[in-house]
């Protein structure tokens, strides 16, 4: 009886693999970029936090913009740490635990939006909690109040403006501008200057004309500072700009998209590829 012809270690040679290196180094550096960008955002969040007094810091700890930004910091530095290192070093496990952050974080988002769609009046109401918890803390943290100012003069209210949440007397809530007769400070019944109207011919910025416009009824306040609040502005701006935020939403997706379809793409070749090296090894043990 003739021999059987030996079969070669397997229909691929050694040196073939089903790993891409495109797909591989695509992924790694698009971690790396965002890894470098966590890094640099936890930096900032800590050197800010480090700024602050310890007792203003305490009290305004659900509202301050350093801690949230060292929160998705170390969160991004994280997620992208197991980015990096797993398409690097073709570890699944890594690979898997970037794909499922990424992936919930999506479905968090996309949660977040249709919630935020379906109870408005909700969402509303948790926008204007925040709001007024932001006014309270005014005066304890210089980077909330910096961000108020821009969001009363800029962001929230356009050219228009805005004062308060939903209107200007709701800056009474915060104790140095509380109009109530016990108050002493001397900024009793006023409104922070970003409230008040401002001439663009107007060489010097009047920074108390906010002052005593508590004590005003509407009308007669309105000819010195916006009397509406941020809420509605708010809330119409959103409106005016409904494919703004979807190209916002949308630029923020996908790049997470591109994440989690290059990680399972990796996963499964470093698994063919696993299948693969078994497959050889086996061959090699039993030529015949």
Known sequence: MAKRAAVPAGPLGDDFSFVSP?????????????????????????????????????????????ILLIVVGVLTFLITFCGCIGSLRENICLLQMFSVCLTIIFLLQLAAGVLGFVFSDKARGKVS?????AIV?????????????????????????????????????????????????????????????HDTDQAVINTMCGHGMQARGYLEASAFIHTNGCIDKLVNWTHSNL??????????????????????????????????QLYNQQHRADPW
Request: aromatic share 10%; charged share 15%.
């Open 243 to 276: 494919f703004l935020l979807g190209g916002i939403t949308l630029g923020l997706a996908l790049p997470q998209l591109v994440g989690i379809v290059l990680a399972r793409l990796l996963i499964n070749q470093i698994r063919d590829q696993i299948k693969l």
């Open 22 to 66: 495109v797909a591989k180094y695509v992924l790694f550096f698009f971690n790396l970029l965002f890894w470098v960008i966590s890094m640099v955002m936890v930096a900032v969040g800590v050197y800010a936090r480090l700024l602050k007094h310890a007792e203003a810091a305490m009290a305004c700890l659900a509202v301050d913009p350093a």
């Open 129 to 133: 909690e925040i709001i007024n918890g």
């Open 137 to 197: 803390h005014y005066r304890d943290d210089l980077d909330l109040q910096n961000l108020i100012d821009f969001g009363q003069k800029e962001m929230m209210g356009g050219p228009a403006g805005c004062c308060g949440g939903v209107s200007y007397k709701d800056w009474s809530q915060n104790m140095y501008f509380n109009c109530t007769a016990t108050n002493p400070s001397r900024e009793r019944c006023s409104v922070p200057f970003s409230c008040c109207l």
